[in-house]
């Protein structure tokens, strides 16, 4: 019933009745979703508006929703969502953009690509935003060589609890802890409005891509040390279902200009990613089971060749393969999904085929496991990755036995030192994130200071005490 | 905050030492519960729950003052807890039985579970929708009973007051729909309790520890309405259709 409806048979205002800009939001796994007031800010002043006068509930931003769980919703907050703050500029003589904190890395590609340029970092989509990048410190193929994206943010706008505009910036000794309290800070220091970032310079909008299968977990953890060495972007895809822990490692370049044929050197810095599908809207749930995940396990390592080298991709299709299904999380059905992905240190490799084999053991098929190698990290509180490996796995929540088996995982990866990445958790206690996360003391004192009266928050914050 | 298994972290339980409420506690997931609020009359009985619910390992267990019929204080108390921390399930169980044969001879008596199991639910569960729908998430769980599903001779008084806290609660349902926060009504058949002891077992009656089961895998599935056990749908489906004249013959 509409509030128009209601207000016919009496006039009161009822707190049950839903306003307009009322929103049952979800991350990207759709599971636990909460009602927000979500807001579409123009400007800074809009911003500040919604800050300074922020309910009891408090204020979130949010980017494109693309963490999977509850980091980007706040049940009854207010919820600003930035797509028209989306305005960027290349500045090719410094190699760096300047961009609203609502742009996208979709947009910025478009933007910048073609000027021969591409971002530091990009996940495995490129619908997320900047300031999504930075809350969420994110990081790319590339991490071993080029560290996560607040590495390569020189200054950043934000807007801080008190409604104030703040510019920081990782070399002024004056905010540099605010800096990197925002970096990873997942939207809880104030919201971020513009930051500037260095791109790289590129010859091409294609990719020299290097195919290599590993026959068994041992040796595919050691050519993906070897290459390491070798390469700018590399990572491996594992087959979750072979108990041997078989998987493919794609690892590339920006191509060269002498790497291409004549043809291609035309049309070098052309650039056109296509959706090519969108997943139905209704999917009934158990769709994804262990046949299913088998088959496709299988079909996707026969694809990859056992051994290929200079094999010429686009950017999308290296970067971005999953971009091609518009919704593809919807595959999950009604229940939804989660991803459960965390670092360990090198010296605990073993965890990576312990992990995989409890998850096996609960039948908890996924379809993308994905292994990667990390490099330093960088000097970030809350910033997720650290010298190491780091697993991903989607899994549907519907799994019996799901829950036992990650909080005994937790405390595996805990022990070896390791620790989730709050832009997938959705379900770590707040007792595993404390422990994991040594630095959360030294965030929080920074964080009170840019937000004394505790407006910003998120159900991940809340769930986990932050 | 109610994780993406469906593990709730904090409880409320609007008459805090109902065994079917204290069953349904012991038997949630408990890895993530880190407060439970058991809201009701002071009494021997709510302290050792307190304590039995801390001895078997969850924690934050505490107490609230709360008496069903003192709705003048449901809003402060009710505030009071929701301001505390985020709730994420509220089961409201307080209810009394009380006797047919005493209410026909002292209507104060009918008044007085009528006022327990009926306004006081509505007092309470009204403001508890309103803080669940500022949180913008959460359920509440309304232990409503198949006696509300057709007034018998025998216990008609309590019979009508589960009927209109079952139909405040479906409404409060459908108000709630689609907010973030839910409503599941639960009608439970018999339950062997402290309050049916000494009755005469009705068939499929039940123990505590099904109905909590029955409670947790509703809320799961984001259930509506569930029965206690789920067959007594059907059952109460041909109850509901046997004719008065006949209906009234029927054994008790
Ligand atoms: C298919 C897929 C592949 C992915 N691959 C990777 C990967 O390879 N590497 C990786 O690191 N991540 C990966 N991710 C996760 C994703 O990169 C991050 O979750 C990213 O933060 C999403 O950006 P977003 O704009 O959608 O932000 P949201 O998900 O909307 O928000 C994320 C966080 O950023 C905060 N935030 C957003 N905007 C602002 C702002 N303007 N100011 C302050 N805070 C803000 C939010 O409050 C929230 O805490 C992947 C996700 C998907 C769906
Ligand atoms: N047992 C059954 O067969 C059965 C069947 C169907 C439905 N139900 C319903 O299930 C619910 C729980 O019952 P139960 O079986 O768990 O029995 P129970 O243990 O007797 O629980 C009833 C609870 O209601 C509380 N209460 C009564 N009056 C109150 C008031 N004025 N203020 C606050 N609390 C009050 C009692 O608290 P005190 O300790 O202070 O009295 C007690 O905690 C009730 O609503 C009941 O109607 C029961």
């Known amino acids: 019933m509409s509030k128009h409806d209601v207000n016919n048979v009496s006039d009161a205002a009822s707190p049950l009745l839903r306003t307009e800009d009322e929103e049952l939001l979800t991350g990207w796994g759709r599971t636990a979703p909460s009602m927000a007031f979500v807001r579409e800010p123009h400007s800074i002043e809009d911003v500040q508006t919604a800050i300074v006068h922020a309910g009891a509930r408090g204020v979130l931003a949010r980017g494109l929703g693309r963490s999977y769980g509850d980091a980007a919703q706040s049940g009854g907050a207010t919820v600003l969502r930035m797509p028209s703050m989306n305005t960027f500029t290349l500045d090719p003589a410094t190699a760096t953009v300047t961009a609203d904190a609502g742009a996208s890395l979709d947009e910025i590609l478009t933007g910048i690509v073609p000027h021969g340029f591409f971002v530091p970092v990009t996940p495995g989509t490129r619908m997320v935003t900047v300031g999504g990048a930075i809350a969420a410190d994110i990081h790319g193929k590339n991490h071993h060589v080029d560290g996560s994206f607040g590495s390569h943010v020189t200054s950043l706008t934000l807007i801080d609890g008190t409604g104030a505009i703040r510019t920081l910036s990782p070399t002024d000794m004056l905010n540099s802890n605010e800096f990197w309290a925002t970096v990873g800070g997942m939207g809880l220091t104030g919201v971020i409005v513009q930051a500037t970032f260095n791109v790289i310079p590129i010859q091409s909008a294609l990719m020299s891509v290097d195919t290599e299968r590993g026959t068994n977990l041992d040796e595919l953890m050691a050519k993906m040390i070897d290459a390491d060495a070798r390469y700018r972007y590399s990572v491996a895809w594992i087959d979750s279902v072979s108990t041997a822990g078989r998987g493919v490692i794609t690892s590339g370049e920006h191509a060269t200009l002498d790497q291409l044929t004549s043809a291609k050197r035309s049309t070098a810095l052309v650039y056109d990613p296509k959706v090519v599908a969108t997943a139905p809207k209704f999917i009934p749930g158990g769709l994804i089971n262990k046949l299913s995940m088998r088959a496709f396990n299988e079909a996707w390592f026969r694809k990859h060749p056992k051994s290929r080298a200079g094999d010429i991709h686009s950017i999308a299709a290296f970067f971005h393969p999953l971009d091609g299904v518009q919704e593809w999380n919807r595959v999950y059905g009604p229940a939804g999904f989660l991803q459960y992905q965390f670092v360990v240190p090198d010296s605990a490799g073993h965890v990576i085929g312990e992990a995989l084999a409890r998850l096996r053991a609960v039948g908890a098929p996924s379809f993308l496991t994905v292994l990667k190698r990390f490099g330093p990290a960088n000097p970030a509180p809350l910033s997720f990755p650290e010298k190491g490996w780091t697993l991903a796995m989607d899994i549907p929540t519907g799994v019996a036995g799901l829950a036992g088996t990650l909080d005994g995982l937790d405390e595996l990866v805990a022990d070896s030192g390791g620790r989730l990445y709050l832009a997938k958790d959705s379900r770590q206690s707040p007792e595993m994130f404390r422990r994991t996360y040594p630095r959360l003391a030294q965030w929080q004192e920074v964080r009170s200071s840019m937000d004394p009266h505790g407006v910003f928050t998120s159900d991940l914050a809340r769930r986990l005490q932050l | ?252």
């Not at chain 2, 639910?121 to 009204?126: D, E, F, H, I, R």
Request: aromatic residues 4%; contains cysteine.
């Open chain 2, 1 to 252: 905050m109610i994780d993406a298994l469906g593990d709730p972290q904090s409880v409320l339980v609007l008459g805090g030492s109902s065994e079917i409420a204290l069953a349904t506690v012991t038997a949630l997931p408990r890895n993530r519960i880190n407060r439970v609020v058991l809201a009701g009359r002071a009494s021997a009985g709510l302290t050792s729950a307190v304590e039995e619910l801390t001895k078997s390992g969850i924690k934050g267990v505490v107490t609230a003052e709360f008496d069903a019929t003192n709705t003048a204080s449901h809003e402060r108390i009710i505030d009071e807890i929701f301001d505390a921390c985020d709730i994420d399930i509220v089961i409201l169980a307080f209810g009394m039985l009380g006797d047919q044969m005493e209410f026909e001879s002292d209507p104060n008596l009918a008044v007085q579970i009528a006022t327990t199991n009926y306004t006081g639910a509505v007092s309470s569960g009204l403001h508890v929708a309103r803080r669940l729908r500022q949180q913008g998430h959460g359920s509440l769980v309304v232990i409503s009973s198949v006696a509300g599903d057709r007034a018998r001779r025998s216990n008609y008084v309590y019979g009508s007051t589960k009927a209109g806290l079952d139909a405040f609660a479906q409404g409060l349902g459908d108000a709630l729909q689609g907010s973030g926060a839910h409503v599941m009504v639960v009608r439970p058949g018999m339950v062997r309790t402290r309050m049916s002891a000494g009755l005469p077992e009705a068939p499929m009656t039940t123990d505590a520890p099904d109905v909590a089961k029955a409670i947790i895998v509703g809320l799961r599935k984001g259930k509506h309405t569930i029965y206690a056990p789920g067959n007594l749908r059907y059952l109460m489906g041909v109850v509901k259709t046997v004719p008065r004249p006949i209906f009234r013959k029927l054994p008790s």
